[in-house]
């Protein structure tokens, strides 16, 4: 089949429509026959870029409702997993992966996951120090290799408007050892960053590129004059000015997503960690919507989409589930740790109401055709927690996996993800199959991962 | 310019303690967005019209010297110092990248609101002639940490002049311009948010309570127990002729209006007004650990949190905060029917990997169980049990107490109380936590407040004379001094 070749850039201008807000999911017309991303004329096709979605659901599970039985195709689907029923066969369960992190290296005592488990889910840290983990966590490092010239290349979300402090509850993503990517939380701001506010004229973009100039310049004047502790401040500082930078150059290049709806108002961030004062699931349902808006329209090649804090800041209210009961009682904390039948019960339809939001970003790429394929095909979804057994911060998290990571995963079964000796096998393993399931070039990631789930590849 | 952003700047911690925690801030990209997004709201409102560009600029910037000398006033306020000539250069560049002198002053103007020299406390210090082996803070440098402190603002164009002028090069010149800067109007607002910080009371904005069991909660409460706190602190601390601060804890009066009056049952001053209310001894209320605001931010949405009130007491009075849950928490145990709090605690802490902990802070909320989750008084449990207010402080003499009252006088004899006041205003003035290198200049400072009948102004005013006060802290690594 014959198929033109064309730049967006230039389609953009034959519309006359450039710098207006104009959604662009992969257009047919750049793709060729394998479905690979043809650039310009000239360029060597290239594939699409595997997409990475990790949804983040606090305070773990109850193990028993959560864990299939059965290994292989044949896993039964329990009261837990039940909405991913009618996706049996293109979901992946995986079971026996543990969290481990120490506060020293030469101390074997583990750390609670409960309270400090955000640190290691996305980092693969073992040992984090005061100041966080060792990082960069994989969304960013994915997005640095398969996300460039994107609009917002790593995304990260956290649909929680509690201001939980401690960086161990609420930061997932970290751009660099100990430098964590504060998420976004205020719906207006994520829909301003994709959609485009303000001035994205060339003039806008180069006054705010001088400015950054007049900063980075300053920041060299105090870094000749700053003492070595200091310094290692100034960096961080130093990084995030080239992180704006790196971004204004994409603001010349990616063009914005189209506006799907009106821009939100200002959500009422609480300013104190106590139970939820807004409409908590109203927040966190249109931060997914922009969150799947990021991944459609290929602003974003990774999105990490935080359901709540997690650990005992874990205020956000799962009251709407369970109609006619006492305001506040339902908190997420709460019901992970109530163990009684009905305890769990709540705790279980946490689960399966956590696995919904889930599917609705599986659904919505698999409703995007791309090339031979769909978005989905070109994407790996991640779902995950903190820790195990949610009541007693135990360990074995639990894990689904969906998408096809461009043809590398199979799909359909419950796999057991264990050491050559028979024991369970760290995170940090499970974070290097992923690396390896997205086509990163990495032989480790983080702390000692090197080994790859073999049950889940092509 | 500097005093006028618009949005709520995203203010971040990691860790606890007070907001400007160096140790626990750091910069990210998301923090220099809402610095250049406040930086532009602010600079755009000044540069709206004709006049307020005027009243800003104060001449025409396309002629003269004018863009120069407004570079060099702008310069100093944002970066609390004088401009070296580079950055007067480059600020000049940046100006005439555009054609337009007035866009060319708003560009610069919106530029070093948001340079990391603006956005950063700035402290290399420099040795003096006299004394070559310690680093002295500068005269701006100085003026930064006076103003922060006891405005929480910027230092303003004539502290920075009087900084100049060598006003603040002497330990004495120092204070005396610390004395100025409290009678000044702007001269409440650092203590009265040490307060905030120091007793948690900010976190009250987000405290919950059932409406079924609390019908008369509401926001108006909410503020008006803030208010109340807030009200006894100031009355004490700004006393004419000093207030002694341990009087927070044992006040038997305190500031109520109809609220707070109906919540403590007694009688209700007239109209919506805050008046003094001087408690009977039938009221048991006396002190800080009886008011609302304390009770309800230490409690659950329905229940009281003996834990929470002991956690408390020990984080912000005796500096003793809980270090984390161990990682091996047994599974508590489900609730009995008809089991009070004190008796689930008490099985946790039969637990021996719990029980160092939960001695420490349970004890403490036992004793102050007469009072519910949002402060009212009550004899009995929901259980219908008696609640006798009987309680352990462990590190007091005797530890055993009964009641409130009992508790403030206990905490009062404890050495740890004063020592910990001063680490907290330390930890508020110069942003950071106490370091080994501090210890001995915290103990005279502490024998200073004890002699001072612990009048926290003179503890401000002992403090900013002292050496780690106007002097850069050794070289330190990881953070601490």
Redesign the interface.
Known sequence: MKRFTVSRRALLRATGIAGAGLTLPTLDAMLDDQGRLVRTANAQPRAIPTRFFVFFMPNGTHLPKWTPKSLGRAWEVTPALLPLARVKDRVNIVSAVWPRLRYHAMNT?????G??GVLQVLTGAVVPTA??PAGPSLDQVAARELGKGLRLPALSVCADE?PV???DRKVLSW?APE????P?RQPRELFDKLVGLGDQSGAGVA??R??L???G???N??HS?????DRH??D??G???R??EA?IQTLEKAPACAAPGARPEPVAM????????IDQPALATLLLDLSILALRCNASQSVVYMRGIAGGGSFQSYQHLFPGT????YNHHQVS?D??PEGILRHVRVNQYNLEMFLKVFDALDKAPEGPTTMLGNSLLYFTSECGEG???GYDLPIVLAGGASGRMRLGEHSKFVAPNGTAISHTHMLFTLSQLLGLSLTKFGFDGTTRLESLFV | VGTKLGPRLLVDSLGRGFDNGSDALAVSAAHLEHFADAAALAVAEAFATPTSRMQLVGCDPGTGTCLRDFIIRLGRRAYRRPLVADEIASALTLARTVADAWAGAQLVSEAFLQSPSAILHVETGQARPMDPSRLALTGPELASRLSFLLWRLPPDDTLLDAAAAGALDTAAGVETRTRMMLDDPRGRAGLRDFAEQWLHLRNLEGVIRDANTFPMWNDSLRASMKEETRRVFEEIVWRPNGGDLFELLTAPWSFVNAQLAMLYGVPAPAGAAFARVDFRPQDERAGLLTQAAVLALSADTDLTTPMYRGMFVREALLCQPSPPPPPDIPEPPPAKPGQTPRERLSEHRSSPSCAGCHELIDGIGFGLERYDAIGVRQDRDPQGGLLTGEGTLLGATPPAFTGARELADRLRTMPELRDCLVKQVYRFALGRNEGDGQSCELTRLGDTFAGDKHDLRKLVLALVRSDVFRFVAPFRVGGQP
């Open positions: 005592k583990e750390v609670d996951v309270t400090h100041r966080g509690h402090t401690q960086f751009s430098t964590p990517v504060e976004i006054r705010r001088s400015i100039d007049f900063m310049k300053d920041l004047r105090l004059r700053a003492g070595m502790a401040r100034l961080e500082l990084t995030s000015v992180e704006l971004r609480a300013n104190a960690t106590e139970f939820s004062r006492r305001t506040g009682s740790h163990r009684t009541n007693n911060h």
